[in-house]
């Protein structure tokens, strides 16, 4: 992947597949992915890319370090 930068939706839950996630399952008004007790919420599809400052907060919340995500 190049450097941390914006990112499609779909390529989000590749990559969080990747690294152990299940999912995206539906809950409430937005979906979700499953690693071990760890419930991530993840952004509805939208027009363009996650840009790189949500990104950084759903990376924080998995516990998934930047050079960790930069590696897939």
């Known amino acids: 992947m ?3 930068a914006p990112v499609k ?3 989000l839950v590749q990559n969080l597949r ?3 996630f299940e ?3 539906s809950g ?3 979906q979700f ?3 071990g ?3 991530l919420v993840i952004p509805n ?3 363009g890319d996650i840009n790189r400052a949500l990104l950084s907060r759903i990376l924080k919340q998995a516990g998934i370090s930047r050079e960790e995500w930069e590696q897939l």
Do not use: A, D, Q
């Open 18 to 20: 990747k690294l152990g």
């Open 45 to 47: 599809p939208h027009e």
């Open 37 to 39: 007790e760890l419930r």
């Open 9 to 11: 939706r779909r390529k």
């Open 28 to 30: 409430g008004n937005h």
């Open 33 to 35: 992915m499953i690693k």
């Open 23 to 25: 999912g995206p399952y």
């Open 2 to 4: 190049p450097p941390f």
